[in-house]
């Protein structure tokens, strides 16, 4: 276990609705990312948080937003969903150091979204 | 663009024996790599790394092979376990900036006994 939380672990939404999706880190990471995998593929990055603020962002649209707390845990929330948003959403926490450091990214189990 | 390359086989090996998954990747400007192992219906989890100035990396059952000069990496798993059944995903950085991991598709790696 990497001691990455994520919650829920399924969830079922109908198309245009929103969600939150909610991660928390492996203790003393202070940076999470976000990833899409879509059924059969690689994940995809979505974003990354260090220090409460949005440090990169993958080719995902403004309807994917996020957020970072004091405590480290982070949320992805994405608005209007589409059909093809139903993926599993990954998020991997960091160990500390600077956000441009080569460090491992430990992995959540993941959220199964499934968009109606 | 920037790519890490799995061209999805599967890869089917008799238990004990040593198997050999590739991975192809096209940033030449990477200088971090890492190989998940990823279960059905759990998150990937980290089995090896290596950065760029090495050649090899040897873990417990595991060794990292990193050739620059064609962008290709692999993964040698010694005496193959039913346990090591999974779908193995090359994942790459590139140098500098903020630490986006770029995967791959992944290959399937099924152990017969």
């Known amino acids: 276990e990497t001691g990455v939380t994520q919650s829920p672990t399924h969830l079922i939404k109908t198309r245009g609705q929103q969600v939150t999706l909610r991660c928390s880190s492996q203790?003393?990471?202070?940076?999470v990312s976000w990833y899409q995998q879509a059924l059969g593929q690689g994940p995809q990055f979505i974003f990354q948080?260090?220090?409460?603020?949005?440090?990169g962002r993958g080719n995902f649209p403004p309807r994917f937003s996020g957020l970072q707390f004091p405590n480290y845990s982070s949320e992805l929330n994405v608005n209007a969903l589409e059909l093809d948003d139903s993926a599993l959403y990954l998020c991997?926490?960091?160990?500390?150091?600077?956000?441009?450091?080569?460090?491992?990214?430990?992995f959540g189990p993941g959220t199964r979204l499934t968009v109606l | 663009g920037e790519s890490v390359g799995l061209h999805l086989p599967t890869l089917s090996v008799q238990e004990g024996d040593n198997s050999i998954i590739n991975c192809a990747y096209s940033?030449?400007?990477?200088?971090?790599f890492i190989w998940y192992k990823q279960e059905s219906g759990k998150g990937p989890q980290f089995i090896i790394d290596i950065r760029s100035n090495m050649d090899k990396r040897q873990g417990q059952r595991v060794t990292v092979l990193l050739n620059k000069t064609v962008k290709h990496l692999s993964l040698q798993i010694a005496a193959t376990q039913p346990g090591d059944s999974a779908v193995y995903f090359c994942?790459?950085?590139?140098?500098?900036?903020?630490?986006?991991?770029?995967f791959g598709a992944g290959t399937r790696l099924a152990v017969h006994p």
């Open positions: 994942a790459e950085k590139a140098q500098g900036g903020y630490n986006k991991l770029i």
């Open positions: 940033n030449s400007a990477s200088d971090y």
């Open positions: 948080y260090y220090r409460e603020e949005e440090n």
């Open positions: 991997a926490s960091s160990t500390p150091g600077a956000s441009t450091s080569t460090d491992t990214q430990y």
């Open positions: 203790s003393g990471h202070n940076t």
